[in-house]
């Protein structure tokens, strides 16, 4: 099979550019650097082209490498023929190689091995031939035997019969059609355990729907009914048409003696054999699909997170809400430095309001305070309350924000946390976390594991090494898309940084406190483990604000300063002017007719140089500023406000398969139901939202008890 000819098409792309990508990857360049620095050689295909290349790759070489062990075991055998050795090479899929590879595995004593043994095969050879002339208990006869442990007609027919339901079972054709066949006419069927019993799971207490035709939403709830013992669950497959499709392939001609045996072989070596393994492979195969569709929501609603805009140059108090224990409270500068941290209880069962607007009222007056990042989790509405009374009874202008402290615990309770703050407790790290997280998201959530930030659906069904490696992709894009601050970020932000390894991280912030700050991207060669490799693929998006070289503070690569310098003589520029924002028009000073000529003058490809002018045009743009900002607010609304009708500005929280979770400002995140998204057919919400989207809905319908509030982006 030629890899990079499959992929080439899978991709629709050009081969040379599917060539070049994997020579790239293969020298143990990262997805981010060949997707930003190495556009001329692959095309310019971008860090998601990229990584469905890189995960296709992956698997066609390890089905190679299946393949060739395949074919050196049934080799080993002396049963490889030319047919099956291009069979097993034609073949796409695992399964395919698995299926052709079946009758040669080594196999456990089965009921058929335990017949060969007793000497039975050439009895059902006799069988398959299908030109007995007497019945076959007349031939049987002649393998009872002591010795062999064969001790009747019947005990001898029935070995028989075994041996041809294994080999009926072993033949990769006959499985690849029966496997199709289920898949297009077969059904999920689901039902209660206990039918009386309350459950999430009451849809599908009698649930039945054609496999083709299964939502992925809907396998992983029933996955997860099984796995809870709430539900049964099978497929039915069209069983008449199984064994009349078997039949017209096995039985070769009609025969007195053979051609009930067969039929009742057939129907044995189905129900018993085939039909188990297909529904496995096909649950497993429905299941792999659904998990991969939801890891792509999943990562889709979890870069749309990371890459929310920072909230800059306000001075934050960030509140994690609680009752019992009280509310814990984090003063955070502009540059997320904690200045200041204490606990109050406005909040059940202390309710000491008066006490608490007091040295909420101080902190503002100190600090400066202008913006409240609270907490979503338990008590953030009844703190919401006492925020917004204390808002109307103080002269500054301050607002607050409801964030989402998915993983702030996670995070306070990490050793990360304790080294960051040795002598804060759990909650002063949540709330400083929770302020942090407003004003730097990308920053503050990369200390979190992916999974724990809390998006998507049945997460904790899903292959987690798969799920694990697809949102470590999607933060290692954000970060690289976004670049870091050489001087300022943390070990956690480096070490997703093109080409730096977590030891590598630790050892740039060790040199930075042993030697101040860099001045120079050259300096992280000095660095203990940062070979020139690593070097070549981490420059670019490590910035340096006020360094030696005005271009270490841009994305432009080291490896493209002598060019960028000649372009700026070219055009009367000097590198001053790009710290200085002299270059605002530099665009339009070179005539795109021009880009090619200059190109060449300068040694550099056509696309480089579009990005060096970019990137001077708008020197270290950050491509968050292009997101929805958050929602600040300065009044309260509850759930018992809500009227059908109401239109409201709300946050998309969470995009799932069915539809979108809307923050609207009061406790409970209102759905709108995909029908309701929009008034085109759309086969998934995120075709038409994302999450962090700033979207107006109106109210449907609210269930106060049961906490549900129905929303449409229909107006």
């Excluded at 990360?416 to 002063?428: I, K, M, R, S, W």
């Excluded at 372009?567 to 005539?591: A, C, E, F, H, M």
């Excluded at 995909?674 to 109210?699: A, F, M, N, W």
Aim: proline content about 4%.
């Amino acid at each position: 099979m030629d890899i990079l000819k499959v992929i080439t098409s899978e991709l629709g792309v050009k081969y040379s550019q599917v060539e070049a990508a994997v020579g790239l990857i293969d020298e143990g360049n990262t997805i981010p650097f060949i997707a930003r620095y190495r556009k001329e050689v692959t095309g310019a295909l971008n860090d998601e082209q990229l990584r469905n290349l890189d995960e296709r790759l992956k698997y066609l070489r390890n089905l190679e490498e299946k393949k060739a062990q395949v074919l050196a075991t049934i080799e080993e055998q002396g049963k490889l023929t030319d047919e099956l050795r291009k069979q097993i090479e034609d073949a796409m899929t695992m399964v395919v190689v698995e299926d052709l590879y079946r009758p040669y595995r080594p196999k456990r004593r089965t009921r058929a091995t335990i017949a060969k043994e007793k000497g039975l095969e050439p009895l059902a050879n006799i069988i398959m031939l299908q030109m007995a002339d007497k019945p076959i208990a007349e031939y049987a006869a002649e393998y009872i035997s002591e010795e062999k442990e064969v001790a009747s007609v019947d005990e001898a027919i029935e070995g028989a019969k075994d041996i041809i339901a294994e080999s009926v079972s072993d033949e990769a054709d006959y499985r690849s059609h029966i496997r199709k066949i289920t898949f297009d006419m077969g059904k999920m069927i689901s039902v209660a355990k206990d039918a009386e019993a309350e459950s999430v799971y009451e849809m599908y207490y009698d649930f039945e729907e054609p496999l083709k035709k299964l939502a992925g939403h809907r396998i992983l709830a029933i996955n997860r009914g099984e796995n809870e013992k709430v539900l049964t669950v099978k497929i039915e497959a069209p069983e008449e048409q199984v064994l009349r499709y078997l039949e017209k392939q096995i039985i070769i001609r009609e025969n007195p003696y053979t051609t009930d045996i067969i039929k009742d072989v057939i129907a044995d070596s189905y129900k018993r054999l085939i039909a188990p393994a297909i529904e496995r492979e096909i649950r497993n195969d429905l299941t792999e699909k659904a998990e991969d569709s939801a890891i792509k929501v999943f990562a889709k609603n979890l870069e749309q997170i990371l890459m929310q805009p920072p909230i800059v140059g306000q001075v934050v108090l960030g509140w994690d809400p609680a009752f019992r224990t009280g509310c814990k409270l984090a003063v955070v500068d502009a540059t997320g430095k904690v200045l200041d941290t204490v606990v109050i209880y406005p909040t059940e069962p202390q309710n000491k309001v008066a006490e608490a607007k007091v040295v909420l009222k101080k902190l503002i007056n100190k600090y400066g305070i202008t913006l409240i990042s609270v907490g979503n989790g338990t008590a953030s509405r009844e703190s919401e309350k006492v925020i917004v009374e204390l808002l109307k009874e103080i002269p500054q202008p301050v607002q607050y924000v409801i964030v989402n402290e998915a993983g702030a615990s996670v995070y306070s309770a990490s050793k990360l946390a304790t080294e960051e703050f040795p002598n804060f407790d759990v909650g002063q790290r949540s709330a400083a976390s929770i302020a942090r997280r407003l004003q730097d998201p990308l920053a503050e959530l990369v200390k979190i594991d992916p999974k724990s930030i809390g998006v998507g659906q049945y997460q904790h069904d899903m292959n987690q090494k798969k799920l694990g490696e697809t949102l470590g992709a999607v933060v290692e894009d954000s970060v690289n898309k976004v670049g870091v601050d050489l001087n300022t970020a943390s070990a956690s932000l480096l070490e997703y940084i093109s080409g730096i390894s977590k030891v590598i991280a630790k050892n740039i912030v060790a040199y930075r406190e042993e030697n101040g700050k860099f001045t120079d991207r050259k300096e992280l060669l000095k660095v203990a483990k940062l070979g020139p490799k690593a070097y070549e693929q981490c420059a670019g998006f490590m910035r340096i604000q006020g360094g030696k070289n005005p271009l270490d503070a841009t994305s432009v690569h080291p490896e493209s300063y002598a060019a960028t310098e000649e372009l700026l003589k070219k055009l009367s520029y000097s590198p001053q002017d790009i710290t200085s924002g002299g270059l605002r028009g530099i665009s339009k000073k070179v005539n795109p007719n021009d880009c090619e000529k200059i190109a060449a003058e300068l040694g550099i490809g056509v696309m480089t140089l579009q990005d060096i002018i970019k990137e001077l045009e708008k020197p270290a743009r950050d491509p968050r500023d292009e997101m929805p900002k958050p929602i600040l607010r300065n009044d309260v609304l509850e759930m018992k406000d809500l009227t059908p009708g109401m239109v409201l500005k709300g946050t998309v929280r969470n995009v799932i398969d069915f539809g979108v979770f809307v923050d609207i400002g009061v406790h409970q995140d209102g759905l709108v139901h995909i029908s309701q998204i929009t008034e085109r057919y759309i086969k998934h919400p995120l075709e038409v939202v994302s999450v962090g989207d700033i979207v107006e809905v109106k109210v449907i319908s609210v269930d106060v008890p049961k906490k549900r509030i129905a929303l449409t982006m229909k107006l």
